[in-house]
T-cell receptor, first 115, second 114 residues
Framework: AQSVTQLGSHVSVSEGALVLLRCNYSSSVPPYLFWYVQYPNQGLQLLLKYTSAATLVKGINGFEAEFKKSETSFHLTKPSAHMSDAAEYFC?????????????FGSGTQLTVLP | GAGVSQSPRYKVAKRGQDVALRCDPI?????LFWYQQALGQGPEFLTYFQNEAQLDKSGLPSDRFFAERPEGSVSTLKIQRTQQEDSAVYLC????????????FGEGSWLTVV
């Protein structure tokens, strides 16, 4: 069984400040890990993914995440927040040994960017 | 198509009514998923199709929920005798291959049961 914990359901940062959204996972096998972003009234858009290659993964819109096996973490960061980054962010895990690649999601973190 | 398309985008149903939600995956995508997203929560897996075969329906919350993909492309999620707890966003997603690790989501169908 797999699970994802996102610490902090709401995070506020000032425009230009560092963004750090936390994600910890639990998995009995080496996982694939994902970050998705959801803007109001829209579906989920893939930001980045870790699939057992480089542990530091770069995604779209300046976001990146680092897979740390020892900490079972996959935190999302961005050096400088922009107003357009305000959205809800979901961390997800899948089992690469499974046939379906279904995703298990965390409960989400709402990011607010203050002017 | 260019992306995963879902219809209707918004549906208000009276309690006890049957509803049908449609998903058009990206053309040629083999795998299709349905997820349910309650307000303020992350999406939760409902069911998975590989072409026309429904290989996993372990996430369907009750026997009132039924999904099909008869020709391996368009899929329909049907909810019979809707209840208030069925109010949620229903997300459809697809991926190109069986083992594809990039899953593309539609914008969802927002169901409100009154």
């Amino acid at each position: 069984a797999q699970s994802v914990t996102q610490l902090g359901s709401h995070v506020s940062v000032s425009e230009g400040a560092l963004v750090l959204l936390r994600c910890n996972y639990s998995s009995s096998v080496p996982p694939y890990l994902f970050w998705y972003v959801q803007y109001p009234n829209q579906g989920l858009q893939l930001l980045l993914k870790y699939t057992s290659a480089a542990t530091l993964v770069k995604g779209i819109n300046g976001f990146e995440a680092e897979f740390k096996k020892s900490e079972t973490s996959f935190h999302l960061t961005k050096p400088s927040a922009h107003m357009s980054d305000a959205a809800e962010y979901f961390c997800a895990v899948s089992d690469p040994s499974g046939s379906a690649r279904q995703l298990t999601f965390g409960s989400g973190t709402q990011l607010t960017v203050l002017p | 198509g260019a992306g995963v398309s879902q219809s209707p985008r918004y549906k208000v149903a009276k309690r006890g009514q049957d509803v049908a939600l449609r998903c058009d995956p990206i053309s040629g995508h083999v795998s299709l998923f349905w997820y349910q997203q309650a307000l303020g929560q992350g999406p939760e897996f409902l069911t998975y199709f590989q072409n026309e075969a429904q290989l996993d329906k372990s996430g369907l919350p009750s026997d009132r929920f039924f999904a099909e993909r008869p020709e391996g492309s368009v899929s329909t999620l049907k909810i019979q005798r809707t209840q208030q707890e069925d109010s949620a966003v229903y997300l459809c997603a697809s991926s190109r291959t069986i083992s594809g690790n990039t899953i593309y989501f539609g914008e969802g169908s927002w169901l409100t049961v009154v």
